[in-house]
């Protein structure tokens, strides 16, 4: 998924073979917006999961959440759970750019601005018979 886009945005080349990434991965390109050049650090990361034993991973998930300018955040358009992880980690996200708890992570009342795209992936798998995914437009509007 993440990889795969970052793959064929950078180097303009797809695997259909499946790799799950284990470690944060680092890319480093530049880009020319009219006159301007940006330079783009990419950080591909594995899934965050709650109560990762490994220190480097919690490293990496707070480095990124304070640090990222732009979140690129992509889930499987077939399957919900990926869809609720996204939301889960976007409140997770606003948390510790406020500096606030855990207990503080449903409130909805939370407000920071945090530059997000959500990309809805592997479109081309869904099933010819459905009329719809699993992942609608109203339950897009809860992140």
């Known amino acids: 998924g993440k990889t795969a886009i970052i793959r064929q945005w950078l180097f303009n080349d797809f695997h259909i073979q499946y790799h799950e990434t ?10 020319y917006n009219g006159d301007r050049l940006f330079h783009i650090r990419i950080i591909d990361t594995p899934r965050f999961e709650e109560n990762d034993p490994d220190p480097q991973n919690e490293w990496v998930k707070l480095y990124c959440f304070r640090r990222c300018s732009l979140f690129l955040m992509v889930f499987d358009i077939n399957r919900e ?3 609720s992880y996204i939301k889960h980690l976007y409140r997770e996200i606003v948390r510790v750019r406020n500096n606030l708890s855990r207990s503080s992570i449903e409130d909805d009342t939370l407000t920071t601005t945090v530059p997000i795209i959500i990309v809805a992936n592997k479109a081309d798998l869904i099933n010819l018979d459905q009329r719809y995914s699993n992942v609608t437009l109203t ?3 809860e992140i």
């Open 22 to 31: 284990h470690m944060a991965t680092y890319h480093f390109t530049a880009l």
């Open 81 to 83: 759970e990926t869809f």
């Open 139 to 141: 339950n897009s509007r």
